[in-house]
């Protein structure tokens, strides 16, 4: 059995800056948190953001970059994380690119309930795929940062035959 979740003391772990494995290390196992509340409470959006910002720095050093990776402080509400790669600090803002119809907490507190493990998968194509991301970058976009953050979009759903030129001249439009 998992021992009972102290959400703060995590999340005052995660905004110490440290490698990408240390900094994923820290995050609570999957099975503290039922799936219905880690979707759709926002006390665990910080964990959320905190595990694409770790497997992201994670891949970047896995590149070859020396990384270090925080969550922002308890009393910022921008960025949501800060990177630093070969000594250089950048500021992340994360979102998830998700179908527009598609809710993961309504998801999840539904397959809670249900009398099957199964869990449908919803094929996304190419073109669909490209107008969520495309979507997610719009949204926070539209949004007023002080600065220039970077976004780290996380697509929840097979990025196979999602050409990484096509997003970023999709995005010079935005």
Excluded at 22 to 48: G, N
Excluded at 131 to 157: G, Q, S
């Amino acid at each position: 059995m998992t021992p009972p979740l102290d959400l703060e003391a995590v999340l005052r772990n995660l905004r110490k800056l440290s490698c990408p494995q240390a900094f994923l290390d820290r995050l609570p196992p999957v099975t503290a948190i039922p799936d219905q509340d880690y979707f759709r409470s926002p006390a665990y959006l910080p964990l959320r953001e905190g595990w694409a910002a770790g497997r992201f720095a994670r891949a970047l050093e896995l590149q070859g970059h020396a990384l270090e990776v925080r969550l922002a402080d308890a009393d910022q509400r921008f960025p949501d994380f800060h990177l630093r790669s070969d000594g250089v600090d950048y500021e992340f803002e994360f979102t998830e690119a998700l179908p527009p119809d598609r809710k993961r907490g309504d998801e999840y507190r539904d397959w809670a309930s249900a009398r099957t493990a199964l869990r449908p998968y919803h094929a996304v194509d190419r073109n669909e795929g490209l107008e969520i991301i495309a979507e997610a970058i719009r949204r926070k976009a539209n949004k007023f940062y002080a600065t220039n953050p970077h976004l780290l979009v996380y697509a929840d759903f097979s990025g196979e035959g999602i050409d990484l030129r096509e997003c970023q001249a999709d995005r010079k439009s935005v």
